[in-house]
């Protein structure tokens, strides 16, 4: 399954994938309205960079990584953090804890579970007034790209093609970038859902963007061969065609919603 294809590449995720704003940690605290003695949990933390934001602050985190490699890679970046646990396993075979947690969070991971279920479990696992905050980071269109990648559809469509239907033609737009906060609402174990949006951008070379595009799901599953011709040919183009620089546009966005009294 796709999902579990991160744990191959767990120390290039690491080096490759960006972490999230200091703003949007902080909203996380104030919305969710934690306490210093809160308990969190998080799913699916994969190397520990948006556990270790709340682990600086002295939170209490238990983790659940479902790969093995992501899951060592974490204890050891959280290692100076003794009040951090990463259990190793899948969120749906999680015992729960009942009423044990004050804030759940999941960054860049939620997308990979059945909603439906993990939304009633998360409930269950929150005390009454506690919080849960998803969060990702989304790229999308920016005019300091200067339309690199549009022309990198040509590199997918000659040496990935069956990447196409998952490769967007385009970046969206950052008011393009679909919301989630309806199907946190409807599952009716949640309140109202606040929205937050982060923007800003990151530079890469060459090296820098395709060590990025071999921690994605569908071009890690790509065979060898493929993978390597197309990680060349992006490599080309940035180094050909756009002076060894690229500027990739991303909007962090942030939902958190507090459990309703009495569910489920």
Known sequence: ????????VASVYDESRPGYPEALVE???????????????????????????????????????????LAAFARRRLAAYPRV???????????????????VISAEAFHWLDEADAY???ARSLRPGGALALFWNRPV??????????AAQEVYRREAPELIKSHPPRLPHPDEVSG????????????????????????????GYTRLLSTYSNHINLNDASR???????AELIDT?????????????LYVAHARAGSP
Request: some cysteine.
């Open 228 to 234: 390597e011709r197309l990680l060349n040919g992006i």
């Open 141 to 150: 269109q920016i005019d300091k790209s200067e339309g690199f990648f549009e």
């Open 27 to 69: 909203d996380v605290i104030s919305l969710s309205v934690i306490q210093p003695e809160g308990r969190v949990l998080e799913i699916g933390c994969g190397t520990g960079k948006a556990t270790e934001p709340f682990a600086r602050r002295g939170y209490r985190i238990l983790c659940v990584e479902l790969g093995e490699s």
């Open 120 to 122: 009633r479990k998360i």
């Open 1 to 8: 399954m796709l999902r579990a294809t991160f744990d191959r």
């Open 85 to 103: 646990e990463v259990l190793t396993g899948a969120f749906e075979d999680w015992k729960e804890e009942e009423s044990a947690f004050d804030l």
């Open 180 to 207: 989630r906060a309806d199907g946190i609402h409807e599952t009716s174990f949640f309140g109202a859902v606040t929205v937050r949006k982060y923007p800003w951008e990151a530079e890469y070379d060459a090296t």
């Open 241 to 253: 065609e756009f002076g060894g620089r690229v500027i990739k546009g991303y909007l962090s966005v």
